[in-house]
């Protein structure tokens, strides 16, 4: 059965470590939005462009857009067999969108619970490789290369302002944390304590995803 997970959270909250983590250990697609704009922006295409401007002032793409470029992305063959999805849906639209296109298929849906203060204080340290967009480990502070590619170590255009980082979090507190009720009432959402240690958070996940899939299959019938 393929494992479809949904990871939920607030910038910062480590979903897309996690998101990775879970990914390669069960030999899935990691699909993250962020990751697939962060990259058009880089090649200069027109969505790129657009993408970057609204990245940059901590505002969200429009859902019709970005519904339209999942929707690709899932049907694409690698997807088949599952994949986590890290920054999608970010609004109740696309979660609705996301439900259509699974057409009944299970979803499993992981919320990463981490306190604002702290959230503000990752987003402030973090950074990521100007090549390839992974993020650097917390044991990797302050290398200057990318452990994966070599790349060089950047700070995200959105993370280096200290008002675009409130403001992500105001965007998210409106748009994204209405996902929370619109999921909270299935047997297959799980909100894990995301203020742990990296390892603690992925052994939570994974017991969490251990008992969830029966129950995600049997809610399917
Ligand atoms: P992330 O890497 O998930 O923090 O996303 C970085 C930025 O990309 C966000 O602040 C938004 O500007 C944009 N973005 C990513 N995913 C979405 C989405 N599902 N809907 C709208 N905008 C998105």
């Known amino acids: 059965m393929a494992l479809n997970v949904v990871m939920l959270g607030p910038p910062a909250s480590g ?6 983590r879970l990914a390669l250990a069960r030999g899935i697609p990691k699909i993250s ?14 969505l790129g462009l657009r993408a970057k401007a609204l990245m940059d002032r901590g505002e969200l793409l429009g859902d019709e857009e970005m519904i339209a470029i999942v929707k690709e992305r899932l049907a694409r063959p690698d997807a088949a067999a599952g ?8 609004t109740a639209e696309q979660a609705r969108a996301l439900d259509a296109m699974l057409g009944g298929s299970p979803l499993v849906v992981i919320d990463l619970a981490v306190p604002d203060t702290e959230l503000l204080h990752r987003m402030e340290g973090r950074r990521v490789c100007g090549a390839c967009a992974a993020i650097a480990e917390p044991g990797a502070a302050g290398k200057e290369f990318c452990e994966r590619c ?12 200290e008002n675009v980082r409130r ?6 507190a409106r748009e994204s944390r209405p996902l929370l ?3 909270r009432g299935r047997p297959t959402f799980r909100s894990i304590n995301g203020a742990q240690t990296p390892d603690r958070v992925a052994r939570e996940l994974a017991a969490s995803i251990e008992v969830m899939v029966p129950v995600a299959s049997r809610a399917r019938k």
């Open 15 to 20: 979903k897309g470590t996690q998101a990775a």
């Open 33 to 46: 939005t962020g990751d697939i704009l962060r990259e058009a922006a880089a090649s200069g295409s027109e």
């Open 83 to 90: 994949y986590v999805l890290d920054g999608f849906p970010r």
């Open 150 to 161: 070599g790349g060089p170590m950047i700070t995200r255009a959105d993370d280096g302002d």
């Open 167 to 172: 403001h992500r979090l105001e965007v998210y």
């Open 181 to 183: 009720d619109y999921y």
